[in-house]
């Protein structure tokens, strides 16, 4: 008779049929996208994108100070008649020329010689050219900027890495600024402020809007430059009560030394960028603390992938693969790919055209014979109601028709100030003019403000800073253009070049 079997405990327990394998499980996880983690577990703008947005482009109010600052500080002031140097008085015939036309002695700077670099330096007449060239050099450094910060925020210091060294430079440079011996030193100082702000503007941006759903991402990104905007009124009532230049560019530079304690150490790095760089632990505990401070969280077996390998089955060497591909991405891959460099050449031919007319039209508020702090406030002001709109029918008209639909509108306004502008029939056509004006800026603004919503999601994470500094390289291109031409208000229209260079060189 056969043995009988041992009823053990441990033999009741164990099942007829195999159950499944737990590790099995583990190792197949469910592999999610940035984009539909956020959407499906952690919230795609709660409190968590509202804190790092907002501390984010506060770096953008910032760079408004640094950019700005130098239509207070370059400007030529008023003069008025009867200097110290023993003059008898100003003729009242060579008065509408400007000081040029006066005696040496017969006026003085109605602000004093420290108001700004022009009235310190004597910067007019033959020497004007220099405030224009030091206005110009700012924007070469901005396109400097934009491209090396654009590559290093790809690659090896991050979106954090990129905004927190130019937010250093931003509040050194300030100061150094203050302290310019001669001109030459304060160009090169403006030089290299225009490199720092030139990585602000495009790290600020990204970083905030990367952690950010992609149906919320529309408006948040188009609501980035209410912080550009508030910053210029803010430095226009800074202006107003610190109007020598050298104590201008100190009080300027004091926030940017508290944005580096008080806002940076509370930024996190985009996990978009961790991902790409294979740091894939890093993103995942950033996605965790957002789904944490939005009330949700990640279940567990739920992974991030990137969009190449949310369809591959677990093998993690094709996986590292892929990520080591794709982390090596430069501009050479983006002109190398038929999509991408389509993409890159009409997305800086827009900017340029875009930046030539905004500040073409925006600077130009210092030849307009009203209070320069309230006109520049203004101005601020104005371009909100512009942001508002595109920030709302970003995501319900699409990027496309309302990149189309703003440069025309403020196409065709300019184009009706220009055909109204000298007509007969007094204020009545003054109105019309300044009406069109208000409305090429508004429409300008608008499209501005969206093309970097545009522009970041027409590229990868791997390449989007990079891509956007080439744009904004070229958008830099326009501004250089708009400071370079001369003023033409009041001056005297000339017959013969001989007596256009004799009148503007002397």
Known sequence: ?????????????????????????????????????????????????????????????????????????????????????????CDPAAVAQGVCGLDPGSWEWADGPGGTIVAEWGLVCGQKFKVGLVQAAFFVGCMIGAGTFGHLADATLGRKGSLTVVSIMNAVLGFLTAFSPNYWAYLVVRLLTGISCGGVGLAAFVLST????????????????????????????????????????????????????????????????????????????????????????????????????????????????????????????????????TRLLLGMAVCFLSSTVYYGLSLNVVNLDTNLYANVAVNAAAEMPSFTLTAV???????????????????????????VTGRAGGSAWEVVRTACGVMGVFGMAGAYNMLYVYAAELFPTVVRNATMGCALQAAQVGAILAFLLPETLNRLLYDTIAGIEEGEIS
């Open 393 to 419: 029918l970003l995501d319900k008209v699409g990027r496309k028709p309302l990149a189309i639909t703003t440069q025309v509108f403020s196409g065709v306004s300019c184009i009706v100030g220009s055909v």
């Open 1 to 89: 008779m056969p043995p009988v079997a041992n009823d053990s405990p441990a033999g009741v327990r164990d099942p007829l049929l195999p159950g499944p394998d737990p590790a099995g499980d583990k190792a197949r996880p469910e592999r999610l996208t940035i984009d539909e983690m956020l959407q499906r577990h952690c919230g795609e703008f709660g409190w968590w994108q509202l804190r790092h947005f907002a501390l984010t482009n506060l770096a953008l109010t910032l760079e408004a100070f640094h950019t700005m600052v130098m239509v207070f500080t370059d400007r030529e002031p008023d003069f008025r008649c009867g200097g110290g140097g023993g003059g008898g008085g």
């Open 210 to 341: 990367e952690p950010v759903g992609p149906t919320k991402r529309g408006t948040a990104g188009g609501s980035s430059f209410y912080f550009f905007s508030s910053g210029i009124g803010l430095l226009s009532a800074l202006a107003y009560f610190l109007q020598p230049w050298r104590q201008l560019y100190i009080a300027s530079s004091l926030p940017s030394v508290a944005y580096l304690f008080l806002a940076l150490p509370f930024i996190s790095e985009s996990p978009r960028w961790y991902l790409v760089r294979g740091r894939v632990e890093e993103a995942m505990k950033v996605m965790r603390s957002i789904a944490e401070s939005n009330g949700n969280s990640i279940p567990n077996g739920v992974v991030l992938s990137l969009d190449e390998d949310t369809s591959s089955n677990g093998n993690e060497k094709e996986s590292e693969q892929t990520a080591l591909i794709i982390t090596t991405g430069t501009l050479m891959d983006v002109l190398g790919s038929p999509v991408t460099r």
